[in-house]
């Protein structure tokens, strides 16, 4: 148990705070006690600046291994980059990678493990891949008979929900779930979706476990105190990172590379622009998209970020005005079909290479929002 001067830190600094559920130490430390316990942390995953990892250990709780997302355990590999499984230099506890090859964790790796404990931020986009990691994570402890303890985590963009539902021919990594791009809801609720629609196997047999977020209201600002990935890393990007990520499937830098990702976009044929940069090899971006080129764009800097958090809507005026200002060109749009995987549907990139009104594709998503917000009323752990 937590010792008096523990208990009168916590209480005396969760009053009326906004807190991400570990601080909740007393919700679930009993849970955790004798037991072998996997973690799957990343650097978000701290209390008042100590890492969970370490707090636990503190607390005599047995971590045998510890699971590390997209971009590592400390947070500094770059998007798609394969992540090696290695020996956590501070603990000596193993850590193994669930990015690239091994996304799901397989029998050996849990057989020396009774509950899994998941504590990742997310921020409130379906092709933001800790959903994924945590989808292949509740399928691993049912097949293995294992509890599962999600802490949630407040989400930055829970104000809104927009964007087509994933259509079935475009499942990928970046989109396991049949909900749109933006969905509204926090990891734990979401957790609580899959295993309530059967969205894995035998999910009625899933040991879950819940801790909620403290004084959290998905209407109310929520900046979060350490950057969940390297390119995401102020409240700026993660609030346009909803829109501007659609340009991850076309030929147009979205900023990797530079002190700015997610707040500026451009390329070197642009006509019109306000702002010149040059993506660069740097810690979290080794190989940006037009590396070492000049571009040519526009800067989303000077935009309020008042203005931002208020936005109900994703903003297509990025990916339609790059379209714009490229001509039009065949190329435009990646031939690998990346688009069709972050939107969600084969439909998309037609209706902008055809001049779609942008009422028009938003009214196309109108009916599929209707529905999921009627299902995602059952799940919602907040007002």
Known sequence: MLSSEAKTFFANNLINRTLPADYRLTDYLD???????????????????????????KHKINIVKIF??????????????????????????????LYGKN????????????????????????????????????EACVEQDKELLVLDRPNPNGHYIDGPILES?????????????????????????IKGENWISKSNDLKLHIVKCLNYSRFERYVLPVKPSPNLPNERSILLYPSICLLEGTIVSLGRGTEFPFQIYGHPDFITYDTIFTPRSIKG??????????????????????????????????????????????DFFLKNGF????????????????????????????????KFKEKRERYLLYN
Not at 347 to 369: C, E, L, V, Y
């Open 339 to 370: 688009i069709d995987l972050l939107i969600g549907n084969k439909n998309f990139k037609n209706q902008i290479i055809s001049n779609t009104d942008p009422a028009m594709i938003r009214k196309s998503w109108k009916d599929g929002i209707i």
């Open 285 to 330: 971006a080794k190989n940006p998209p037009l590396l070492n080129q000049v571009c040519k764009g526009f800067s989303l800097q000077k935009c309020p970020l008042d203005i931002l958090r208020i936005k109900d809507s994703i903003d297509l005026s990025y990916i339609i005005k790059s379209y714009e200002e490229l001509g039009e060109r065949e």
């Open 169 to 193: 021919d475009c499942k990928s990594f970046i989109g396991i779930h049949p909900i749109p791009i933006v969905h509204g809801m926090t990891l734990a609720e979401l957790a609580l979706m």
């Open 31 to 57: 849970l955790l006690k004798n037991k072998r316990i996997a973690v799957v942390v990343h650097p978000c995953s701290v209390i008042e600046g100590v890492f969970l990892v370490d707090t636990l250990l």
């Open 103 to 138: 996304k799901k964790p397989d029998s050996s790796q849990l057989i020396d493990v009774d509950l899994v404990l998941f504590d990742l931020q997310d921020v409130g986009v379906r092709f933001y891949t800790y959903l994924s990691t945590l989808h292949y994570i509740m």
């Open 68 to 97: 590390a997302p997209e971009h590592g355990f400390r947070g500094e590999a770059d998007a798609g980059e394969q992540v090696q499984s290695e020996i956590d230099l501070k603990t000596g506890i193993p850590i193994v990678s």
